[in-house]
């Protein structure tokens, strides 16, 4: 390709590179990513996604490897957006993101109605300029190296020795990510007042009033909503959107996902945009007038 036709495709290249490792970097750094208990965890994500997809024996069986799958996934992305930010082996790259963005599509975004409601499937699309044309060569570390390796050594096979630089540095690359990911999957998942343990309590049941809720700290360390639909009922929901684990925002009487528009009705029911699956329930009890974990 041409360096034309490679400044024409540096905004899209930008924009996935970033993108992807923003995704990668965010996964390995989130406690909750890889705790197979956590309902924004991917094995949860799995399950919840698994009775729709058109692979849905191919989730399930990596649910139950949920931390081999999920650091292939975090490092995959972190992988694919260094390299076609690098602009290194840029076609490979852009077919490795190409392929995560589908998967993406045949599982989360499989059942978004109307389909153009979940970006994967524009992501995915998004790539095929890159894997077909590459980048040209421009803003290449691939190019600049073979260029100066050729000069430096005569002639010799400098493709050879970027292909032998590049492994080395995603294999470390991806071996840090993996010690980080272990590492921060033994911390207590951050919370802004403390995690609720079953039996504590969350809040004086005259103190929120009927179509009232308020937001607390779930099991686990997950943000959660309680909420007071009825006299003598109260609903607890974690606030962790089940398409991609983003978390929703309690407007009126329902619930939104602000990063896919994802909807729920009050008992965090589905209504409409991506989510495959409801908010999942935290159980609650009324205990000598307080409302705790159950």
Known sequence: MSPAAGRVLLPLRMFLGLTFAYAGLSKLLDPSYLDPSSPAGVRQQMLAVADTSPIGFLVTL??????????AIAIGELLVGVAVLAGVFTRAAAAGGLLLALSFFLTVSWTADPYYLGADIFVAFAWTPLTI?????????????????????????????????????????AATGATVALARRDEPPAGGGGSAQPGTVIVAAADLAVGASLKFTAPGGQAAYLLHPAADTFIAVNAA????GCPVEHTGDAFRCPCHGGTYDRDGRVTGGPPPAPLTRIPVEVVDGMVTTA
């Open 62 to 71: 990596s649910a139950e490897h949920a931390p081999v799958t999920g650091l």
């Open 133 to 173: 044309a590459g980048d040209g060569g421009v803003l290449s570390l691939q190019r600049f190296l073979t260029t100066t390796l050729k000069r430096r050594d005569q002639g010799l096979d400098a493709n050879r020795r970027v292909l032998l630089l590049g492994g080395s540095a995603a294999t470390v690359l």
């Open 241 to 244: 959107c089940t398409h991609q």
